[in-house]
């Protein structure tokens, strides 16, 4: 009898684990796909910053690269929805795929009628013209279906190998492309895409940027809004993924890079990732400290607190000290930059502590 239990449970064992293991292996070309599409969309964005109102067609390169990789998410998703086998849970995750990418292909013929009628747009208009939304939207759509989907992959994998699993792998970069796809809206202020604060030495001779008086008031106030808001959401994105997601060693890394890869090269800002690394590495290196003190994994919520605000404080030292040694010098004030970088902690803190609360809080939150 005890003999049969436990082949029973080695055999149980091996089927949950080999579903794991095959769902992730269509998850991995699948967030491939989607990365290939998202890496279409900041091929775009740097076609339009480099050539402005100088575009004259639809059919461009940037343009290919772009629908390839929605076309390849479409059908991927489209066959792994048509399999007769019961999905389950999953089912839902790639309706929402198919769904996100229904949605960007209308927006694909929206984007083309926009264009024919009102013209390509220029500088800001790129962001918000509302054919250019309305992508965005089917592509946060569809991320967010191959997000669920690989968490639903991950935690159906009873295996606890200590390391990097294969089915670790589509969550970790489907997370990273929902945090940029997040982002893609607020790419005008955000400090990796433009250095406002050094009186815009990279970035001031592309078309994107014609006009802007980059030592006026205006330009401070979206130079330094753009700082906290890119603190703000990458802490919320931090605890999510140490907290929630118990991402593995060098999973941080994958997040931020990603982030910051697509960010720099759209605009030509490559002396700025170092001081992406840097806030990458310090993020890896407070988990890993916290992680050997609190060996069951349930981190106090002050671990993630710092968490939330060193890395942000790490990153932009980092960067206005590249900008002032490499970058042209900064043109803001002492006053200005150094108390951007201890808003941008204090900001990110605060967004810490609203995600993990203290015990008294949500004791007393949950008795009301």
């Given amino acids: 009898m005890l003999a049969s239990c436990g082949h029973m449970g080695i055999a149980t064992a091996i089927r949950v684990h080999g579903r794991a293991f095959s769902e992730a292996t269509v998850l991995v070309p699948l967030v491939v796909l989607s990365l290939l599409w998202q890496l279409g969309a900041h091929a775009d964005a740097w076609y339009h910053a480099h050539n402005g109102t100088t575009i004259e067609s639809f059919f461009t390169w940037s343009h290919a690269v772009l629908y390839a990789g929605w076309a390849g998410t479409a059908v991927l998703a489209l066959a792994r929805l048509g399999r007769r086998e019961p999905l389950g849970t999953l089912r839902h995750s790639y309706q929402l795929v198919v769904a996100g990418v229904v949605i960007f292909g209308v927006g694909g013929v929206l984007d083309f009628g926009w264009h024919t009628t009102f013209g390509f747009e220029a500088g800001l208009g790129t962001l918000f013209s509302p054919s250019h939304l309305w992508l965005l939207v089917g592509v946060l759509v569809a991320n967010v279906g191959i997000f669920h989907a690989s968490v639903v992959s991950r935690t159906s994998d009873h295996q606890s190998?200590?390391?990097?699993?294969?089915?670790?792998?589509?969550?970790?970069?489907?997370?990273?492309?929902?945090?940029?796809?997040?982002?893609?809206?607020?790419?005008?202020?955000?400090?990796?895409?433009?250095?406002?604060a050094s009186g815009g030495v990279a970035v001031h001779?592309?078309?994107?940027?014609?006009?802007?008086?980059?030592?006026?008031?205006?330009?401070?106030?979206?130079?330094?809004?753009?700082?906290?808001?890119?603190?703000?959401?990458?802490?919320?994105?931090?605890?999510?993924?140490?907290?929630?997601l118990k991402v593995p060693s060098g999973g941080i890394i994958v997040l931020l890079l990603w982030d910051g890869i697509l960010t720099v090269a759209t605009t030509g800002m490559w002396l700025y990732l170092?001081?992406?690394?840097?806030?990458?590495?310090?993020?890896?290196?407070?988990?890993?400290?916290?992680?050997?003190?609190?060996?069951?994994?349930?981190?106090?919520?002050?671990?993630?607190?710092?968490?939330?605000?060193?890395?942000?404080?790490?990153?932009?030292?980092?960067?206005?000290?590249?900008?002032?040694?490499?970058?042209?010098?900064?043109?803001?004030?002492?006053?200005?930059?150094?108390?951007?970088?201890?808003?941008?902690?204090?900001?990110?803190?605060?967004?810490?502590?609203?995600?993990?609360?203290?015990?008294?809080?949500?004791?007393?939150?949950?008795?009301?």
């Fill in 274 to 368: 170092p001081a992406v690394a840097l806030g990458a590495l310090t993020a890896e290196f407070w988990l890993a400290h916290a992680r050997r003190r609190h060996t069951d994994g349930n981190l106090p919520e002050l671990a993630y607190w710092v968490l939330a605000g060193s890395v942000p404080v790490a990153q932009f030292t980092a960067y206005f000290g590249m900008m002032a040694l490499f970058g042209g010098g900064i043109a803001w004030t002492a006053h200005l930059w150094t108390g951007t970088v201890v808003s941008a902690g204090l900001f990110a803190l605060i967004a810490g502590i609203l995600s993990v609360p203290p015990p008294w809080a949500t004791h007393r939150w949950n008795r009301q």
């Fill in 161 to 196: 190998t200590g390391g990097v699993r294969i089915v670790d792998i589509p969550v970790l970069l489907s997370f990273a492309a929902l945090f940029r796809a997040t982002l893609w809206t607020a790419f005008y202020a955000a400090p990796l895409a433009v250095d406002y």
């Fill in 205 to 244: 001779d592309l078309p994107f940027f014609a006009g802007v008086d980059w030592l006026n008031q205006a330009a401070q106030t979206a130079g330094t809004t753009g700082v906290l808001l890119h603190s703000v959401m990458l802490a919320l994105f931090l605890i999510a993924a140490a907290r929630y």
